[in-house]
């Protein structure tokens, strides 16, 4: 897919977009979004709590990777298949998330998250039977997390989508 919004050549980038991207980092997603950098500046921030937060980065990455298959989101997948393995997930579980909570071999707090991404995907909220799996293994922080990652990365799937941003080295003309 050719972009529909490009990321900022460095060219054309100006002392804010420069900094702004010294911090975040030079991927797709960063030097497309640079082009709103009031947006990108409050964005990463967000992203950045949820991302050290409360919630264990290995069932933080079964969220993510969840909303990604449901929201046909590859570049999605494509930056945080690395991240989950990172983070304790093996190459069957990270294959297994497509196949959704039902499939075979999930532990029950597995289970509840992808459930849980599920139905926040199909209905804006958790169900009553989720919240209280959930709520066995979770804190009120980390449930609170569970809901704002899978929302976050909502809003990621849904701009990355629309805007065309390429997975790095799959760039037209790459």
């Known amino acids: 897919m050719t972009p529909r ?3 900022l050549p460095p060219a054309e980038r100006d002392e804010r977009a420069v900094e702004l991207l010294a911090t975040t980092g030079e991927r797709n997603i960063l030097t497309t979004l640079v082009r ?14 949820l991302l050290t937060g409360e919630l264990p980065a290995r069932e933080r990455e079964l969220l993510i990777l969840r909303v990604g298959h449901r929201c046909d989101a590859p570049y ?3 930056q945080h298949e690395p991240i989950a393995r990172g983070c304790g997930l093996t190459d069957d579980e990270i ?8 499939a075979p071999g999930w532990s ?8 849980a991404a ?10 009553d039977a989720t919240w209280a799996q ?4 979770l804190t009120e922080r980390q449930l609170i997390e569970v809901c704002m990652v899978v929302g976050q990365y909502h809003l990621v799937a849904f ?3 629309s805007l065309g941003v390429e997975i790095e080295g799959e760039e037209v003309g790459a």
């Open 76 to 78: 999605e997948l494509a």
């Open 36 to 49: 709103h950098p009031r947006l990108l500046r409050h964005w990463s921030r967000f992203g950045g709590a």
């Open 95 to 102: 294959a297994r998330v497509a196949h959704g909570p039902d």
């Open 159 to 161: 701009t990355l989508n």
């Open 134 to 137: 959930l709520a066995e293994h």
């Open 118 to 127: 599920d139905e926040l995907h199909e209905r804006a909220r958790i169900g």
């Open 5 to 7: 919004i490009p990321p």
């Open 108 to 115: 029950p707090l597995d289970a509840a998250l992808l459930r």
